[in-house]
């Protein structure tokens, strides 16, 4: 197993590694409150990939690429993740005037 120290090349060899062989791909997160550690493991039962966190702010970085791997299971391993953020934008709520009961 290979701990990679590097944010982005986890995700750069994660991509490769799911578009390799799509069908064997794994990804696993696993969190210890205990010790405050967040785990992040993509194998294919040949090659394993892992980065281990403590930082909160990572958080964001790990909806991205569940994101990422989303868009790869949904519309094939052949499709373009470039366009994909962390968080998809909401549509506005219309805001309802007035207060109290209708009448």
């Known amino acids: 197993m290979v701990y990679i120290t590097s944010w982005d090349?986890?995700?750069?060899?994660s991509v490769q590694l799911f578009r390799a062989d799509p069908d064997?791909?794994?990804?696993?997160?696993?969190?210890?409150?205990?010790?405050?550690?967040l785990v992040l493991?993509?194998?294919?039962?040949?090659?394993?990939?892992?980065f281990k966190t403590d930082q909160a702010q990572d958080a964001k970085k790990m909806e991205k690429l569940?994101?990422?791997?989303?868009?790869?299971?949904a519309r094939g391993p052949d499709a373009d993740v470039s366009e994909v953020t962390g968080k998809e934008p909401m549509d506005a709520q219309p805001t309802k005037k007035g207060r109290g009961r209708k009448q």
């Open 24 to 37: 064997s791909t794994r990804y696993v997160m696993k969190y210890r409150n205990c010790d405050g550690k």
């Open 66 to 73: 569940n994101n990422i791997f989303f868009t790869l299971m």
């Open 9 to 13: 090349e986890f995700v750069e060899r």
């Open 41 to 50: 493991k993509v194998t294919d039962n040949r090659e394993c990939l892992k």
